[in-house]
C-alpha cells in the first residue's frame, strides 16, 4: 500500500493542554478521506499539523514518503473559509493565480499558460464569469468555489480541504462532491474535515473518527459504524442510531 500520509505519535498542545494525543494513522494514496468529529476534536488542527501550519508537541509527520517542507509543490490547501480575508482588494482571478506560484515562482510575473490553467480551474468551479469580480462582493458559495479553484491550479498530487462544504447552497455542495471525486479518479488523494454526518458514508471511502484521540480509519464500510460513532460523539448520536433503524424497517 503506497501511502499519501502517514503520522506516527502525534501529539499537538495548546498553551500546554493537549488538543490531540498520540495519533498514529496511514493513509493510502488516491482515497477520498473523511475526518469526523465532534466540535473540539481537533479536526482542523490535524490538517494545520500534518501541513506544518502548527508547531507539534510530539510525533512524526510523512506526506507522499517525506517531509511535507520539501512537498509543497504536490499539495493543495483549503482552508476554512471563516479564517480568510475576504476584504483584501483582489479578483478572483487573481486569488486562483497564487495557486500557480509553486510553478512560476514568487517573483516571476505569471505566464500565459499559467492564466489559461487558472481560467480553466475557475471554468472548473463554475466561477470563470467570476474571474474579474473582486472576492468581496462574491457569496459565501462562490467564495469557496474560488478558493477551490486556487488548489485545483496548484495541480496537486494530494488536497486538504477544512470544512469545504460548511455554508454553501446544495448546488455547490453537489459541484465540489463531484469536482472531490473526479480528483480521486486521476489518482489524487483528497483529505476533507466535514461535519455533516448523513452525507459523510456517500461522500468518502475513508473514514477517520477523531475525538482528540484517534478513534478509527480505514474504509468507510469499516469505520462508518454505530459502535464507533458512538465511541467518536457519545450521547450526541441518538438521531443517526434512530434513523438507521428506520432505514431498516
Sequence with gaps: MEEAVKIKNLTVAYKKTPVLRDITLSIPKGKLV????????????????????????????????????????????VPQRGSVDWDFPTNALDVV??????????????????IDYALFCLEKTGMKEYA????????GGQQQRVFLARALAQDADI??????????????????????????????TVL???????????????IILLNKRLIAEGPTEQTFTTELLQKTYGGKLAFLTKQEESSHV
Excluded: C
Aim: aromatic share 8%; charged share 25%.
Design 97 to 114: 493565480l497564487m495557486g500557480r506560484y509553486g510553478h512560476i515562482g514568487w517573483f516571476k510575473r505569471p505566464r500565459k499558460q499559467d
Design 192 to 206: 476533507v474535515v466535514h461535519h455533516d454526518l448523513q452525507t459523510a458514508k456517500d461522500y468518502f471511502d475513508w
Design 159 to 188: 488536497y486538504f480541504m477544512d470544512e469545504p462544504f460548511a455554508g454553501v447552497d446544495a448546488k455547490t455542495e453537489r459541484a465540489i462532491i463531484s469536482l472531490l471525486n473526479e480528483l480521486k479518479g486521476q489518482g489524487k
Design 34 to 77: 473523511g475526518i469526523i468529529g465532534p466540535n473540539g476534536a481537533g479536526k482542523s488542527t490535524l490538517l494545520k499539523a500534518v501541513l506544518n501550519l502548527i508547531p507539534r508537541s510530539t510525533g512524526s509527520i510523512a506526506v507522499l514518503g517525506k517531509n511535507v517542507k520539501i512537498q509543497k509543490k504536490h499539495i493543495g490547501y
Design 132 to 139: 474579474d469580480r473582486q472576492i468581496s462582493q462574491l457569496s
